[in-house]
Structures are given as C-alpha cells and as structure tokens.
C-alpha cells in the first residue's frame, strides 16, 4: 500500500484559529466520508485518540462508537477519567470493557519483555475484536495515527528495524474488516495539542505526558504481580501529585515510576520489612530518539521518597535512574 506524505503545501498548525479552520475541514471531510455509517474507535484516553473522540463527536455525533479497553495497565484513575469526560461530559457512545482478568492472567508468570508486549498488543486486538463483533452495521474504524506515525512505517517500509514492538491497534482479525479513518494523520504532537484545546478538551489531556501502549506492564518490570503492579501504581501517582504540586510537569517532557521484581531488606516499626524499590524515571527529548535525565531539586525528591516509602505498601526503597537515551531507552523494557 502507498504511504501518503504531508503536503508540501499545508500549514503548520500553531494557533486558535488555524485549529479551527482544520477543525471545519475535517468535519465536513468525516462526513463526507461516513455518511450515514457508524464509526468505531479504540479511545486509550491518550492524547491522539482523544482528539480523534472530540472531532468525530463534533462530526457524526452517536455515529461513533468508542470502545475503551481497560487492561488493567492503567494509571491510577486513568479508565474513570476517560469514563467522566468521555461516557458523561460529551456525551459519546462510549463502552467500558474492564478487560483486567483477561491481560493479567495471561500475563501470568511471563518476565521476557518482548513477550509480554507481543501479548498486551494481541489481547488489545482480541479483546476490541470481540466488541466490534458485537456491534451492527459500522463500516468505518478510526485511529489516532499521527504523522510520525506515518514517517516510522516510511523508515520501516525501507527495512529499518525498531527497537521495540510500539503497539496500536493494527493488524485486526480478517472476518473485521473496515474502512480507515484517520483525520490526524498529517499531524505532528503539537499540532493535535492545539486541536484538541480547540476542541475544549481539558487542557491536562491534551498536554498529558506519554504513556505506552502497554502500559504499567513494561514499568512493572519481569513478570507481574497484581500486588507489585498496585504498588507501582500508587507510587507513580504519587510521583505525578508531587511533580504537579511543585510545577515540573509542565518542565519534564516523561516522568514515572519503575518497579523491579526484586526485594531489599528494610525496617519498619522496629521489625524487618522487605519491599521492593520504586525506581523513579525523569526525562526530557524533542523526539524521543534521544534523552537527557532532569535535574530534580532534592527537597522534591525528599518529599517523593517520604510519601512512596510511607503510604504505598510493599516498597520499602526509593532509587533515581540517572542514565540517558542512548544508552537506556526511556521505558525499562
Ligand atoms: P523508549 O523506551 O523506546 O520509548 O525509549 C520512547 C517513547 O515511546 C514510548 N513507548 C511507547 N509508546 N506504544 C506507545 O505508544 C508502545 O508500545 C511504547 N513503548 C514505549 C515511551 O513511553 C517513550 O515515550
């Protein structure tokens, strides 16, 4: 299949008023394509497909049917978040699938970190088919793909290889087969940040820092555990407080916490207590290819290990990443 390119002609999206001038395009574009037909779209809650959601609601309104997969790989609050502002605020078709039990015990057991993404992505595609089954008459699937997107395919079309399987939802089963819609696709990030504030999405989901695919499965290192992933949780969501109390997630481009499966000795209450270290990761990049570690000030992460070691039981440790991209990735698996 041909990969179409960005027009040479077509302006950079940076204000207001460019928005919604793409906004009005692209509405009477989607319903020149969709006509009378439903849409379905895979809304992750992350900022593409969210602004997929907001501009095929303003678009074809019922029409679209967004399927939310909860894996259980979530952050803290994150599936409620999509529930509220999507199902209640706007008003969409939306269905919630808790999809927990599903991933988790199949993900039972497996510590090999390619294998754990090859079985996320694929269960994200069972579990999206297995709804899309259940639903009449849509003809259309959206997606959230975004231009870099479409630059990654050109550099592996011409047998560049990646160093991690990213997962979307590509690749559904052959008995499902839809016409694509993609309006983002000649996007860069900051052009669909500015779309999505058009569009009046929160401005904390549209400027919400990246979040893989997989999710808390590749921070929740080696095979997981349900009580080491709510440990991870609850730490990470610590870390997310305190960064926006002290105004560094507005400076730091990625920041979360890793949980490694292994324990340390610790003391707590006078007794032996055995946890494991929540590893914090902070960086900034331009493109993610490369990465450079923040400066944290040490008041911040004083207050970060006193909460974490406190309040989220089973870690009983707090350690800094300090490494850059090359050579550690960004995410630990
Ligand atoms: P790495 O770990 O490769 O990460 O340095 C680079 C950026 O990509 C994000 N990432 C993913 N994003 N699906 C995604 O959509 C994935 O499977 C995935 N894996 C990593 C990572 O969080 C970082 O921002």
Excluded at 16 to 40: H, R, W
Excluded at 100 to 110: E, I, K, N, Q, S
Excluded at 147 to 174: C, F, M, R, T, W
Excluded at 240 to 268: M, T
């Amino acid at each position: 299949m041909e990969i179409q390119r960005r027009p040479e002609t077509m302006e950079r999206i940076t204000t207001k008023e460019l928005a919604d001038k793409f906004i009005a395009e692209q509405v009477s574009e989607i319903q020149k394509q969709v006509g009378t037909n439903k849409v379905l779209l895979a809304l992750s809650g992350g900022v593409d497909s969210s602004v997929v959601a907001a501009l095929l609601i303003k678009a074809i309104g019922k029409q679209l049917v967004c399927v939310h997969v909860n894996h259980g790989l979530m952050r803290k609050n994150e599936s409620e978040d999509v529930v509220r502002i999507f199902g209640e605020e706007l008003d969409a078709n939306l269905i919630y699938v808790d999809a927990t039990d599903r991933f988790l015990d199949l993900l039972a057991g497996v510590a090999e970190p390619e294998k754990k993404r090859k079985i996320i992505g694929a269960e994200f595609i069972n579990v999206f088919a297995d709804e899309a089954r259940k639903l009449e008459g849509v003809t259309f699937l959206a997606q959230g793909t975004i231009y870099p997107d479409i630059l990654e395919s050109i550099k592996q079309a011409e047998g560049k290889q990646a160093v991690k399987s990213h997962h979307n939802v590509g690749g559904l089963p052959e008995d499902l087969q839809f016409e694509l819609c993609e309006p983002l696709k000649f996007l860069y990030k900051d052009e669909v940040r500015v779309v999505g504030e058009a569009l009046g999405l929160p401005h904390a989901m549209v400027y919400r820092q990246p979040f893989p695919g997989p999710g808390l499965g590749v921070r929740c290192l080696g095979a997981i555990t349900r009580d080491r992933l709510h440990a991870l949780r609850e730490a990470d969501a610590i870390l997310r407080e305190e960064f926006d109390i002290c105004g560094l997630s507005e400076k730091v481009w990625q920041y979360f916490i890793a949980v490694p499966d292994i324990k340390s000795v610790g003391v707590k209450n006078e007794s032996r207590y055995e946890g494991w270290p929540a590893i914090i990761r902070a960086v900034n990049t331009k493109d993610a290819m490369t990465a450079t570690v923040e400066e944290i000030p040490y008041a911040v992460l004083h207050k970060i290990v006193a909460r974490i070691t406190n309040e989220v039981e089973g870690i009983n440790r707090v350690l800094m990443d300090l490494t850059p991209k090359p050579v550690g990735t960004i995410e630990w698996e």
